[in-house]
């Protein structure tokens, strides 16, 4: 490969991660002023040449229209899930008898990026109920309050199918 087609791919990377941050820095104040945005630009720049290689995660999203038709999905997804699981641990909580029965579950992925495995794992962290302990290759190690299944398909099926259906669309 010569060194002019692998230039290209990092440039993009690096353009990625500055529009990234300054986006983020941009919702994060609200305003479209000279000076914020003068301000968010210096930011964002210093964070790109500093972290260019070790934010590279930023990159792996797919910029296709079903990629962010996916994303729209995956937030629908996952607040109905959250509020799902809030309610079933609400009653568990409320529960004289407190049932639960806790334990970790292996459960295995289809997802080869680190973006969406990072997601994934923060998605089933953020659900209450659920906490990921460990991500190994294509296993993850989930810490339940109420384990279902201890069975690594079903468990794979109740607690992360749902979110890599989106998630795959979205990293691979």
């Known amino acids: 490969m010569s060194s002019k087609t692998e230039l290209k791919p990092k440039m993009r990377d690096r353009a990625v991660l500055f529009a990234t941050l300054l986006l983020f820095w941009i919702m994060l ?3 479209l002023a000279a000076d914020s945005l003068i301000i968010g630009i210096l930011v964002s720049l ?22 962010f038709a996916a994303g729209i999905l995956y937030y629908i997804y996952f607040f109905k899930e ?3 699981a809030n ?8 529960s004289p008898s407190l049932p639960i029965k806790p334990g970790i579950v292996k459960v295995r992925t289809k997802l080869k990026s680190r973006m969406g495995r990072l997601m994934l794992a923060n998605s089933i962290t953020l ?23 201890t069975d ?4 794979t099926a109740q607690i992360v199918a749902g979110f890599e259906s989106y998630l795959e669309v979205m990293y691979g």
Request: proline share 3%; net charge negative.
């Open 152 to 155: 690594i398909d079903e468990a």
């Open 46 to 67: 210093i964070i790109t040449v500093l972290f260019c290689s070790g934010l590279s995660f930023f990159t792996e999203f797919r910029a296709t229209p079903q990629a």
């Open 82 to 84: 959250l509020i799902k």
């Open 127 to 149: 659900t209450p109920g659920t906490l990921t302990m460990e991500i190994d290759g294509e296993w993850i190690y989930v810490h339940c309050v109420t384990v279902e299944s």
């Open 29 to 31: 104040n609200g305003t």
């Open 87 to 94: 309610f079933r641990l609400a009653a568990i909580v409320l």
